[in-house]
RNA sequence: UGGGGUGUAGCUCAACUGGCAGAGCGCCCGGCUGUUAACCGGGAGGUUGCAGGUUCGAAUCCUGCCGCCCCAGCCA
């Protein structure tokens, strides 16, 4: 008999077939059995009438327990009664790989329990649903630069400079040069990957050090930081809604069924089409204080506030300019308010917050080293990045897109460390 | 690092004012020819997070420690 994908069946109506993969979960009374197989590629309800196998095949049948692998060959039926419309009338069947004790049960766990299992917890329908999504918002982010005629430049995970600022940072040796960083950012390095290629982007992980227990951090995530030559804070705006709305489009469009599954409402991400409201710092600060907020000019947004801004907008807002203090040391500085710096942020609604920070970035050599210098980093470190000022400057901007961030909202799951495989956070390094 | 919560069977949770530690799921045995997290009957399964204290008696009250969850800060 031939091997077939779950999700080819349709094909075989009629013709026996094999198929492996899975239990699911098995349903019994005395002279039929059921078995709910899944091999990845989809579900299946395996059928068994009693009186149609041998004695050895029904047996074998009845032990089947969760999640014991298995080869089921049978005739492939067409029926209103099985999930998915076809069904597998097994004949006869073959354990590959037993499966004793399966820790989760069809009933509800905790966060913990789940996440302690969570080798086995991937292959639950939510979580393979939500895989399928992040799978293909990665795809899509490459198709969107490609389409751009971007070029994908990969960044040094191992860095003896830093990102933005010390005390986040994972540390190593690094044989006889002394510590080396795990990447904050690919940022400074995608900046000089731009002066060769005109527009750039790397994606992959990053790593923060950074003492969160929030559903909106991880210790690693993966980040996709475009750079863009000749690209002033405006266009770098523009860019974020063009690619903000593709992914969530391409979701939509190619991801229907793990949408459904993960029952999210659609409604509010069909309306992710550009342009996203725009709102200065400064008018968002006006704003809050107007709402009964306390907050005062030079503060950085707290997540209530960003929440209190965002309820208000059904598509992504951009909020532009913040004040320079509470910003990393490359942004340029705003010519029409020098208490300002050229960024922007960008936050997801439905209470997702921020998924984007980008900014121009201070092209000119003596301001960059006066920031550098302002902010107590060492000038040394950061050699090369100066020299990006020093041959052949450059108006340019960027932003980096946290991936799972924006799978969370897209799937509209309530905390990110489900959107990713294997989530590292402060006190989770197993499995 | 702060604020709040929580810890009882493999899992999810009950247990009144301090008075015999229980249910559902999962597992084992039996029944049922169309089940959809199947159903029905029976059974096994406990150092109540750890250490100490109060009490005739502690899952319950007190002290300390540990784990986890949520929120905040930091950020993507």
């Not at 630069?145 to 933005?164: C, K, M, Q, T, W």
């Amino acid at each position: 008999m031939p091997f077939v994908d779950i999700r080819d069946l349709g094909r075989h109506v009629g013709q026996g077939v094999t198929v492996r993969g899975w239990v699911v979960t098995t349903r019994s009374s005395g002279k039929i059995a059921f078995a709910v197989i899944r091999d990845g590629s989809g579900y299946l309800q395996s059928v068994l009438p009693k009186n149609e196998v041998s004695e050895e095949t029904w047996t074998r049948f009845q032990t089947l327990t969760q999640e014991a692998c298995l080869s089921v060959t049978g005739l492939v039926r067409e029926d209103q009664r099985a999930p998915g419309g076809f069904e597998l009338t097994a004949s006869s069947l073959e354990v590959l790989g037993p499966s004793v004790d399966y820790p989760i049960t069809p009933k509800e766990h905790g966060t913990s329990f789940l996440f302690e299992h969570r080798h086995l917890w991937l292959r639950s329908r939510r979580q393979v649903a939500i895989a399928r999504i992040r799978h293909e918002v990665c795809q899509a982010i490459h198709d969107f630069f490609n389409e751009r005629g971007f070029v994908h430049v990969d960044s040094p995970i191992l860095s003896g400079a830093i990102g933005e600022e010390a005390g986040n940072l994972f540390s190593t040796e690094y044989f006889d040069l002394g510590k080396a960083y795990l990447a904050q950012t690919g940022q400074l390095y995608i900046e000089a990957a731009a002066a060769a290629h005109g527009k750039v982007y790397c994606f992959g992980p990053t790593f923060r050090a950074e003492k969160s227990k929030t559903r909106r951090h991880l210790t690693e995530f993966w980040m996709c930081e475009p750079e863009v030559a000749f690209a002033d804070s405006n266009e770098n705006m523009r860019l974020q809604e063009a690619f903000l709305s593709y992914l969530v489009g391409r979701a939509l469009d190619r991801r229907k069924e793990e949408l459904k599954e993960l029952e999210r409402d659609t409604t509010p991400l069909e309306q992710v089409t550009p342009p996203f409201p725009r709102m200065s710092y400064s008018d968002a600060i006006a704003q809050l204080q107007a709402g009964g907020s306390d907050i005062q000019w030079g503060r950085d947004l707290g997540a209530d506030d960003e929440t209190e801004l965002a309820k208000q907008q059904q598509k992504p807002l951009f909020v532009f300019n913040y004040p320079k203090e509470v910003k990393a040391f490359y942004m340029k500085e705003n010519p029409d308010d020098l208490r300002t710096v050229l960024n922007n942020d960008c936050l997801a609604p439905e209470g997702y917050g921020e998924i984007i920070g980008g900014s121009q970035r201070e092209d000119d050599h003596d301001r960059l080293l006066a920031r550098i210098l302002g902010q107590g980093l060492d000038p040394a470190t950061y050699g090369w990045y100066l020299d990006l000022r020093k041959y052949g400057t450059f108006v340019h901007s960027g932003f980096g897109l946290g991936l799972e961030r924006t799978v969370a909202w897209i799937c509209g799951i309530s905390h990110i460390r489900e959107a990713i495989a294997f989530p590292r956070q402060i006190h989770r390094l197993y499995p």
